[in-house]
């Protein structure tokens, strides 16, 4: 079953198309990650299903029920904000029990199911602090249990990790997984963190210009990217992308390796002009130029730190290669080829 | 060898060339012309009115002589000013709440996109900028007992009969609706101004998250948004009262006080007496009585707005 459809949804704003015919479906119980670079229309498509803009044309169903003309408070759907969009005004009790209250629970219930959140976020010491006495990680804690207080047919999370701090962002990364897992709504995760988006995705669905780029698990979309923008898109460094028989080829780095690291199977052996080096603690990456392909940008090389680099310096020429199994083939309007011998798996 | 010769006597850079960039001089650069207009114009003043107010002194006779609180009993047994301190009072409540109210609702009406919008924003500030006198003049021609466009309209609509139309400013009660009207008029563009400001300060987060809780309008407007601008409606409350408590233009310029001191406030009894009629130790005890309900209200609304950050 699917929590959420959206059929050709399209989203203009003067003369500029937010969201430009994109086709989903999101099923019940997962956790679907919207990826794209800012402003590419994911916040604008979250923002529709929660009913806060209507789109100019397509359907959205939730429940398998059309809802396009419905109101945010009927459609059932919870949301946390960036910025979290606490209530400043009122305690965290109070901002947990809002969406109870304006639906009218009766004030039994609305303590028990406020307890109920809190206890499972682990926020009951802080029931009585207002927004601005807590911490990051605490006012993200106070949104999210504000948002599964009502038992929402879906969550919908717009960047909430990007108000944390690095460290913070790690470890609230895998409690959100977890929590997520634990409540079982299905969840709408915005985010332009492809770290994110790889780590708590069951999906991700890339966007770009307000098209759809891709939608598949992170292995798929990592390792068959659709095309060469979600190619480029994920991955630090992202995949190498060179010219080659009118369309392109591109490898990922950690595959681009010194010829000796590799043996047996078919390789695509690669003359590798290395231009400066970054020392990153637990991996090398080298950059430079090939021999005899244009490339758009400088070709990346990612090396694990502990291999030795015996004969491999700054502004000299080594002997690189590739498995062919790991090369990838887009066509001239950077569409993903797929080789036969893939079709075949 | 010459270069590290010179090093060895750093250049001391010259210090007065940074005079202004110290804070112990800055500092009291900055702040003395508030405390000097505080000073002259607010605190001699005062002084002075406290000193006339326990004297004798009017202009035909400037004796110093004291009196004590002889000037306050009299002012406080007369009749007049019995009348006056209740009109004050709903004079400026009047004003208040219908000026503030109507803000509220002008500013709502331009949170709105709509073509034009800017140019409204523009022209509602008018009443606010336009010279008192000048704006009064207008209203005085406007409930003026012969030439009244607000009487031709309520006559063309047939609201009411011509053999009895309203003496906007010759009646008692609706003198006092006029000046409370006009005030209000005044007071608008500065409501508007202040919940568009306080309206533009809540996050666009805060009201998406309670349109998603399930808040529909009033309980948007009443229990989150009014509440987080509620600091910034104090302020405009503490000043536009202080504003309205103080003012004698409007009544001066419209009734002079009349019809029989139905619209006489405190600003416009003192001027009177104080200065038309020369009797400066009475108007001066009548002035004073502004002081302790100014102080009152400012204190109370202070506390509240002091309250509300905690």
Not at chain 2, 80 to 88: E, K
Not at chain 2, 264 to 280: E, H, K, N, P, Y
């Amino acid at each position: 079953m699917a929590a959420v459809v959206v059929k050709d949804l399209r989203k203009v704003f003067g003369d500029v198309a937010a969201l430009d015919g994109v086709s989903l479906s999101v099923r019940d119980g997962e956790f679907l990650v919207l990826l794209g670079p800012s402003g590419c229309g994911k916040t604008t498509f979250l923002r529709i299903i929660a009913g806060l803009e209507r789109q100019t044309s397509g359907d959205l169903l939730i429940n398998d029920e059309i809802v396009n003309d419905i109101t945010p408070r009927a459609r059932g759907v919870a949301m946390v904000f960036q910025s979290y969009g606490l209530y400043p005004h009122l305690t965290v009790a109070n901002n947990i029990a809002f969406p109870l209250r304006t639906q009218g629970t009766p004030r039994p219930d609305i303590k028990r199911k406020v307890d109920w959140a809190a206890g499972l976020l682990g926020i009951d010491h802080l029931l009585h602090r207002h927004p601005r006495q807590l911490s990051g990680g605490e006012r993200q804690r106070v949104a999210l249990a504000r948002a599964l207080v009502r038992n929402p047919t879906v969550f919908l999370l717009d960047e909430p990790l990007s108000n944390l701090d690095a460290k913070l962002r790690a470890s609230a990364r895998s409690e959100l997984k977890q929590f997520q897992q634990k409540v079982g709504t299905t969840t709408i995760y915005v985010t332009h963190d492809q770290v994110e988006a790889m780590g708590m995705g069951d999906r991700i669905a890339v966007i770009d210009h307000g098209k759809l780029r891709q939608v598949g698990t992170p292995s798929e979309i990592y390792d068959h990217p659709a095309d060469d923008f979600v190619a480029s898109f994920l991955g630090t460094p992202p995949m190498n992308l060179v010219e080659h028989n009118d369309g392109l080829l591109g490898f990922r780095p950690e595959h681009f390796l010194p010829r000796e690291m590799l043996d047996g199977a078919a390789l695509s052996e690669l003359p590798f002009r290395i231009d400066r080096m970054e020392y990153l603690g637990s991996e090398r990456i080298l950059y430079g130029a090939l021999d005899g392909f244009q490339a758009k940008r400088e070709i990346t090389a990612k090396l694990p730190a502990h291999v030795p680099l015996s004969g491999i310096r700054a502004g000299e020429w080594h002997k690189f290669a590739v498995r062919n199994a790991e090369l990838r083939y887009f066509d001239r309007d950077g569409r993903r080829i797929v080789s036969p011998k893939e079709q075949a798996r | 060898m010459s270069v590290t010769a010179q090093a060895a006597a750093p250049r001391r850079l010259a210090r007065s060339r940074f005079t202004f960039d110290r804070l112990e001089v800055l500092g009291p650069l900055f702040i003395i012309p508030a405390i000097l207009y505080v000073v002259v114009l607010v605190g001699l003043p005062f002084l002075l009115a406290l000193y006339y107010s326990v004297s004798a002194y009017s202009i035909f006779n400037p004796s110093y002589t004291f009196v004590g609180l002889k000037n306050f009993r009299e002012v406080i047994d007369s009749e007049i000013f019995r009348r006056t301190l209740a009109n004050t009072l709903i004079f400026t409540i009047s004003a208040q709440i219908i000026g503030l109210l109507l803000g509220k609702i002008g500013a709502m009406l331009l949170m709105q996109e709509f073509p034009g919008r800017r140019l409204a924003r523009a022209l509602i500030v008018l009443p606010w900028a336009v010279p008192v006198s000048l704006a009064t003049l207008a209203w005085v021609w406007m409930f003026d007992s012969l030439y009244s466009v607000i009487n031709w309209t309520l006559l063309a609509a047939g609201l009411i009969d011509p053999a009895h139309r309203p003496q906007w400013l010759g009646q008692e009660d609706l003198a006092m609706i006029a000046v409370a009207t006009v005030h209000a008029w005044r007071l608008f563009p500065f409501g508007v101004v202040i919940f568009l400001a306080g309206f533009t300060s809540v996050p666009q987060d805060v009201l998406d998250a309670a349109t998603i809780d399930g808040a529909g309008f009033w309980r948007r407007n009443y229990q989150i948004i009014l509440p987080i601008i509620a600091p910034i409606i104090m302020i405009a409350v503490i000043f536009g009262t202080v504003f309205t408590f103080t003012d004698l233009s409007v009544v001066y310029l419209l009734t002079k006080g009349g019809p029989i001191n139905s619209t006489q406030v405190l600003g416009s009894l003192a001027f009177q007496v104080g200065i038309l009629s020369g009797d400066v130790a009475h108007g001066a005890a009548i002035c004073l009585f502004l002081f302790p309900f100014l102080l009152v209200a400012v204190i109370l609304l202070l506390r509240s707005l002091r309250r509300r950050e905690i």
